[in-house]
């Protein structure tokens, strides 16, 4: 055996070691582990702290039910069926089809576009809410996801509740080209009617949330909420870094980072996620509250003060 050959048989062997090591991606997914910043972890642990690290508080990402059961309460809630339009209009093929990508992405999910719009209540207060899930062909935007967020805002205003979407996702769908970006339009278009409505809007900001999705209806909300740590971007970092030719902060386009440009009003723990939500809407509906309460007592003190100085 000469040296190349030897080399040879060397590599095959660290090769054949490398594919024992490491699983594949379907493994993982059907594992009762996954892993964070101290190694290995259990999924049931890591599902009963709302799928939060409990070490370093990193909010992994969760499907759009995993979200609804968060926000109203296990099965608490009812899942609208959105419209489906025509697939593939294109007739988009790469390396493979797009009609292959949706089957294999609705057989991963269980869901049959990447947005999924439910109805619950939130402290009382009926909502209609909607969430992205990543999985879904990296939580893109198309006909369907765009028909799908039209409809939550319709119901919203056939019932007069407030619209609250969960919004993240990588941007408009390749795959349908000048129909995923006329999208980001069609969803503006709908703010503005829930707002011509004077219907809440809001908008919680998910990791990863970015391209046309946080160009267009995520950044209209009345009120911008955000998971720590979520990425808020429309151009990826490495594509404005090699256009300004200057290194930017390592913090850059993250909720945080955000937050201190003023695109964000408040970061908060998914943990406290449904109490901050309700709170919020029941002082933008004026409903009975405690914050209403103490608003309406401060309010008719100072009247009293003032008549008092009056007279
Ligand atoms: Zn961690």
Redesign the pocket.
């Given at each position: 055996m000469n040296w190349l050959t030897k080399i040879k048989v060397f590599g095959d062997k660290i090769k054949r070691n490398l594919k024992k090591k490491f699983p594949t991606k379907e493994e993982i997914a059907k594992s009762d582990w996954t892993s964070?910043?101290?190694g290995p972890?259990l999924k049931k642990d890591l599902e009963d702290n709302l799928w939060c690290?409990?070490?370093?508080?990193?909010h992994h990402r969760i499907s759009c039910r995993q979200r609804f059961n968060i926000i109203f309460g296990k099965d608490n809630y009812e899942i609208l069926e959105t419209p489906q339009p025509a697939e593939d209009p294109l007739n988009w093929k790469d390396t493979k089809s797009y009609k292959q990508r949706l089957v294999e992405a609705r057989k991963k999910t269980g869901q049959n576009c990447a947005v999924m719009i439910a109805k619950g209540q939130v402290n009382g207060i009926q909502i209609t809410a909607g969430a992205v899930n990543f999985d879904y062909i990296g939580g893109s935007f198309g006909a369907a996801e765009t028909e799908a967020f039209i409809y939550g805002v319709q119901n919203s205003i056939d019932h007069s509740t407030p619209f609250v979407f969960f919004a993240s996702g990588g941007g408009q769908r390749l795959f349908e080209s000048a129909i995923a970006l006329a999208g980001m339009t069609r969803t503006t278009l709908a703010v503005n009617e829930l707002k011509k409505n004077n219907l809440p809007y809001v908008v919680c900001f998910v990791d990863p949330c970015a391209g046309g999705i946080s160009g267009s209806f995520a950044m209209l909300g009345d009120i911008h909420f955000a998971e720590p740590g979520s990425l808020i971007a429309f151009a990826g970092k490495r594509v404005i870094q090699a256009s300004l030719n200057q290194e930017l902060p390592s913090d850059f386009q993250t909720a945080e980072y955000v937050m201190q440009h003023g695109f964000i009003d408040r970061i908060v723990n998914r943990k406290d996620l449904t109490n901050e939500i309700g709170k919020l809407l029941e002082i933008l509906l004026k409903r009975n509250s405690e914050v209403n309460s103490e608003l309406s007592n401060e309010t008719s003190t100072n009247i009293e003060q003032s008549t008092k100085a009056a007279s």
């Amino acid at each position: 055996m000469n040296w190349l050959t030897k080399i040879k048989v060397f590599g095959d062997k660290i090769k054949r070691n490398l594919k024992k090591k490491f699983p594949t991606k379907e493994e993982i997914a059907k594992s009762d582990w996954t892993s964070c910043c101290s190694g290995p972890l259990l999924k049931k642990d890591l599902e009963d702290n709302l799928w939060c690290c409990p070490k370093c508080s990193k909010h992994h990402r969760i499907s759009c039910r995993q979200r609804f059961n968060i926000i109203f309460g296990k099965d608490n809630y009812e899942i609208l069926e959105t419209p489906q339009p025509a697939e593939d209009p294109l007739n988009w093929k790469d390396t493979k089809s797009y009609k292959q990508r949706l089957v294999e992405a609705r057989k991963k999910t269980g869901q049959n576009c990447a947005v999924m719009i439910a109805k619950g209540q939130v402290n009382g207060i009926q909502i209609t809410a909607g969430a992205v899930n990543f999985d879904y062909i990296g939580g893109s935007f198309g006909a369907a996801e765009t028909e799908a967020f039209i409809y939550g805002v319709q119901n919203s205003i056939d019932h007069s509740t407030p619209f609250v979407f969960f919004a993240s996702g990588g941007g408009q769908r390749l795959f349908e080209s000048a129909i995923a970006l006329a999208g980001m339009t069609r969803t503006t278009l709908a703010v503005n009617e829930l707002k011509k409505n004077n219907l809440p809007y809001v908008v919680c900001f998910v990791d990863p949330c970015a391209g046309g999705i946080s160009g267009s209806f995520a950044m209209l909300g009345d009120i911008h909420f955000a998971e720590p740590g979520s990425l808020i971007a429309f151009a990826g970092k490495r594509v404005i870094q090699a256009s300004l030719n200057q290194e930017l902060p390592s913090d850059f386009q993250t909720a945080e980072y955000v937050m201190q440009h003023g695109f964000i009003d408040r970061i908060v723990n998914r943990k406290d996620l449904t109490n901050e939500i309700g709170k919020l809407l029941e002082i933008l509906l004026k409903r009975n509250s405690e914050v209403n309460s103490e608003l309406s007592n401060e309010t008719s003190t100072n009247i009293e003060q003032s008549t008092k100085a009056a007279s």
